[in-house]
């Protein structure tokens, strides 16, 4: 205490950006023994001299991996997207500790490396499943690939199937629209009530005046169906 051990243990506990981290700064104490004071001078001293050689450490941010070995616990759980990519850069920092640990200017810090755990295939299939943004890729399988094209392939038909009868609906001023609608997650053509009955198809809802219909024509019905089970697949293969 006389040496301000107390002030130097709050410092280093403010200075660690985990929660965890922080609390175990503070569990420190000054009573060791003399052995073990010399193996962490030891350690710090390796330190040291990799940062005298201008060697290159990783920043070290070690996610907190409890809650992941909670739900992995769980049968029929999965880790969500931030966390995978979290494990990803684990995976990705015990690989680059391994690599600068050298024996030969790390004797003690290599004895404790040695142990961690690499594993390339499962960096790979992360980086193969995740975009930047989180987004499972089409590429993470050949069935959700395809399962993608085929909604693609269906939203456009059904635009293009739409949009041909729209196009008929402005010609004989059967709607004064200016757009499709989407609405309750469908795609419905806009059409003054009085001609309601010339889109054959299911009226869906009306405009709060009443005076205008909200139809989906029959024909697309079944696309928008299909459609509606093909995110459900992409959901399920996700």
């Known amino acids: ?68 070995i909670n739900i992995l616990n769980i049968p029929n759980s999965h880790l969500s997207p931030e966390q995978f990519m979290e494990l990803n850069n684990l995976l990705i920092l015990s690989n680059d500790l391994k690599l600068i640990c050298n024996p030969n200017y790390y004797n003690i810090w290599s004895s404790f490396t040695k142990s961690l755990f690499i594993n390339k295939k499962g960096q790979n299939n992360i980086v193969r499943t ?67 009955k010339k889109i054959n198809g299911i009226i869906h809802s009306y405009s709060s005046t009443g005076q205008t219909a909200f139809i989906e024509p029959m024909d697309i019905i079944k696309l928008n169906n299909d459609l509606a089970n093909h995110h459900l697949k992409e959901k399920k293969e996700e």
């Open 1 to 68: 205490n006389d040496l301000g051990y107390n002030k130097i243990q709050k410092w280093i506990s403010n200075t660690c950006q985990s929660t965890e981290a922080k609390e175990y700064a503070l569990q420190f104490h000054d009573h060791t023994s003399n052995d073990e004071i010399y193996n962490k001078f030891n350690l710090t001293d390796e330190i040291l001299s990799g940062i005298n050689r201008k060697e290159n450490f990783p920043i070290i941010n070690l996610p907190i991996i409890t809650p992941w």
């Open 130 to 196: 995740f975009d930047n943004k989180l987004a499972i890729k089409n590429s993470a399988s050949n069935n959700l690939k395809k399962i993608r094209s085929d909604i693609k392939n269906l939203k456009s038909e059904i635009k293009n199937n739409l949009d041909k009868k729209f196009r008929s609906a402005k010609k004989n001023q059967w709607t004064f629209e200016d757009n499709i609608i989407w609405k309750d997650n469908r795609l419905m053509i806009p059409i003054l009530s009085k001609f309601k």
